[in-house]
């Protein structure tokens, strides 16, 4: 069992990105949701992680979850998907080595096949596509944060993928949020403790669960800890459930009256209380957020 929460002092992450683009104005719109400022305007997508960093994120994230076949075509993939990852890669180390201290760059790595949807995970299909992503954040990224993984097999595909690089790997699940039994689980149905398990297998530094309901979280973290010796992250979003039909950012979902700052930091005190030691913000999660979390630290 983990003893990190006594020992290790809080890292905080940085929140969602797409909505933020969003909120201040960026080229935003389905198909290609976040990966639009890429492409349009990538002065934008500079600004938020300026955000994050001034509300106090040690962690700012590469904002190429959306930069796959998914969202911005097959075509467009095959000609732009590596110089567009790369952009990602680069706005964020460029804000990152800007700031006046330390900043660790994580490169954003997503289920290739879908988000929420363990039952349209195609290993053949994702590998190609994925290996793509790990090429051009390479250069960038100071680990990568392979997020959203709603089963087993994705993180041991990402960890293969990512093992040549000889960066640290943050595997981040999402958890079954519509109708939890008593025991947490990935969206496949696989348990928390057997992803614990296999992140500790596979070499990873730190498990965390991310974009599902705050609400399940504590149990997740408390499943990982007596599973594994690894640091435990959560990153949770402001929407209500998601349904195993759900596909993330099919469109702009409701966001929750009661996960405002302090809200949400209530949440993220009870994390820490069980002994998550990495908090942050998935889907509708902001700077004002963010700063929320960084306050916990003081």
Known sequence: MSDTSAASPLIILDGGTGRELNRIGAPFEQPEWSALALIEGPEFVSRVHQSYVDAGADVITTNSYAVVPFHIGEERFAARGHELAALAGKLARDVADAAPRKITVAGSLPPICGSYRPDLVDIDRARPILAVLVEALAPYVDQWQAETLSSLIEAKLVAELVKPTGKPLWLSFTLEDAHPDGEPRLRSGESVTEAAKLAQDLGASAILFNCSQPEVMAAAVRAAHAAASLPVGVY??????????????????????????????????????????????????????????????A
């Open 236 to 297: 949770a979003n402001a929407f209500p459930p998601m349904d195993e039909e759900a596909e993330a950012n099919a469109g702009l979902s409701e966001i929750r009256a009661d996960l405002d700052p302090a809200g949400y930091a209530a949440f993220a005190r009870g994390w820490a209380g069980e002994g998550a030691t990495i908090l942050g913000g998935c889907c509708g999660i902001g700077p004002e957020h963010i700063a929320a979390l960084r306050a916990l630290t």
